[in-house]
């Protein structure tokens, strides 16, 4: 179980020319997988579960930037806020208002992506324009919360039409949003793109890319756990 670094300098250099952040989702990945793509340069590690991040952080090199993009349940969000660098899958206001009493605590600013449901599938988490409109009016009471742009998932799917036709709806949101002018809201990364549609997801104007099984092998954990 190793850290695959030829598929690593291929994406970096994928990469270069747009300058685009790479997360690595190092989700069931041993420490050794880690500590092998930190040696490389690594430093925005991904991880989806509240537990295994948390045991990470604490046992991994200090200057990782760890970034949550799994499913966020509020009762969790207490274990992470002290270390975390950018929580991706902000979905809900009543999520939203918890970090930010989790911040208030800390008495530090949480950065986070709120998180646009772009997908055909129901299954998939994030909010709908709506919802993210009411999300943005709400913002300003939220002072503990620093709201850095927009995350999405596309479709499950093989056809790069649609992938693209979710990308660009997302690309969209982002642009609109750089023009709002709102406290707590600072919009300058998008985060689409993973293992199988980040080359596509670039040219779709993405800057953060998640990618996983290229540069760690599959894995084996079921993916629908939540935590
Ligand atoms: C697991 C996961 C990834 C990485 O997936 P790969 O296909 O392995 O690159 C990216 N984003 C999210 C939200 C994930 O859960």
Redesign the pocket.
């Given at each position: 179980m190793a850290f695959l670094e030829d598929q690593y300098k291929n994406i970096k250099e994928a990469l270069a020319q747009s300058n685009t952040t790479l997360v690595a989702?190092s989700?069931t990945k041993p420490h050794e997988a880690i500590v092998e793509a930190y040696k490389s340069g690594i430093k925005d590690f991904?991880e989806?579960y509240v537990q295994e991040l948390v045991e990470k952080s604490e046992n991994l090199p200090k200057d990782i930037r760890w970034h949550f993009?799994?499913h966020l349940q509020t009762n969790k969000v207490k274990y992470i806020a002290p270390f975390v660098y950018l929580i991706?899958?902000v979905d809900s206001e009543k999520l939203l208002v918890e970090i930010n009493k989790q911040g208030q605590k800390l008495n530090k600013k949480i950065n986070c992506l709120l998180q646009i449901h772009i997908a055909q599938e129901e299954t998939k988490f994030g909010l709908d324009e709506t919802e993210l409109k009411t999300i943005l009016t709400k913002l300003p009471e939220l002072e503990f919360i620093n709201v850095m742009g927009f995350m999405g998932?596309a479709s499950f799917t093989s056809e790069q039409t649609l992938i693209k036709k979710e990308f660009d709806y997302l690309k969209g949101i982002f642009d609109n949003s750089l023009g709002l002018s709102i406290a707590n809201f600072n919009p300058s990364i998008l985060s689409m793109g993973?293992?199988?549609d980040y080359h596509l997801a670039v040219s779709c104007g993405s800057n953060m890319v998640?990618?996983?099984?290229?540069l760690f092998g599959e894995?084996n954990k079921p993916?629908a756990k939540i935590d």
């Amino acid at each position: 179980m190793a850290f695959l670094e030829d598929q690593y300098k291929n994406i970096k250099e994928a990469l270069a020319q747009s300058n685009t952040t790479l997360v690595a989702v190092s989700k069931t990945k041993p420490h050794e997988a880690i500590v092998e793509a930190y040696k490389s340069g690594i430093k925005d590690f991904g991880e989806n579960y509240v537990q295994e991040l948390v045991e990470k952080s604490e046992n991994l090199p200090k200057d990782i930037r760890w970034h949550f993009i799994g499913h966020l349940q509020t009762n969790k969000v207490k274990y992470i806020a002290p270390f975390v660098y950018l929580i991706h899958g902000v979905d809900s206001e009543k999520l939203l208002v918890e970090i930010n009493k989790q911040g208030q605590k800390l008495n530090k600013k949480i950065n986070c992506l709120l998180q646009i449901h772009i997908a055909q599938e129901e299954t998939k988490f994030g909010l709908d324009e709506t919802e993210l409109k009411t999300i943005l009016t709400k913002l300003p009471e939220l002072e503990f919360i620093n709201v850095m742009g927009f995350m999405g998932m596309a479709s499950f799917t093989s056809e790069q039409t649609l992938i693209k036709k979710e990308f660009d709806y997302l690309k969209g949101i982002f642009d609109n949003s750089l023009g709002l002018s709102i406290a707590n809201f600072n919009p300058s990364i998008l985060s689409m793109g993973m293992s199988a549609d980040y080359h596509l997801a670039v040219s779709c104007g993405s800057n953060m890319v998640r990618i996983g099984s290229l540069l760690f092998g599959e894995r084996n954990k079921p993916e629908a756990k939540i935590d």
